[in-house]
């Protein structure tokens, strides 16, 4: 069974900084995307950034304060944000596409979420 878990949340004042990280565990065949979405209350779940072997891209209200970064060997990605602004609460969702070995199609996969707060 594949499992996401993220950590690295909490609260942070304004311009401060914190780290997320996400591992995946379980039997993987391959992961062909990582990603990062958040979700404020009463809001929609929103696309942070994503990566991929040959790529990232990034949500316009993170740019140039958000990096996302990935460690193959452990399978674990991270979420670098600086800067940070009170609109940047919300929580923060681990996203991967992956192929797990007894599956023959690429699925979607959660982690249960970690909590940003942005405030003075």
């Known amino acids: 069974q594949v499992q996401l878990v993220e950590s690295g949340g909490g609260l942070v004042q304004p311009g401060g900084s914190l780290r997320l990280s996400c591992v995946v565990s379980g039997n993987i065949f391959s992961i062909i995307l990582m990603g990062w979405y958040r979700q404020a209350p009463g809001k929609e779940r929103e696309l942070v950034a994503v990566?991929?072997?040959?790529?990232?891209n990034y949500a316009d209200s993170v740019k140039g304060r958000f990096t996302i970064s990935r460690d193959g060997a452990e399978n674990t990605v991270y979420l670098q944000m600086n800067s940070l602004k009170p609109e940047d609460t919300a929580r923060y969702y681990c996203?991967?596409?992956?192929?797990?070995?007894?599956?023959?199609?690429?699925?979607?996969?959660w982690g249960q979420g970690t909590q940003v707060t942005v405030s003075s």
């Open positions: 990566i991929t072997s040959g790529s990232t």
């Open positions: 996203h991967h596409k992956l192929r797990s070995s007894s599956a023959t199609t690429w699925n979607d996969y």
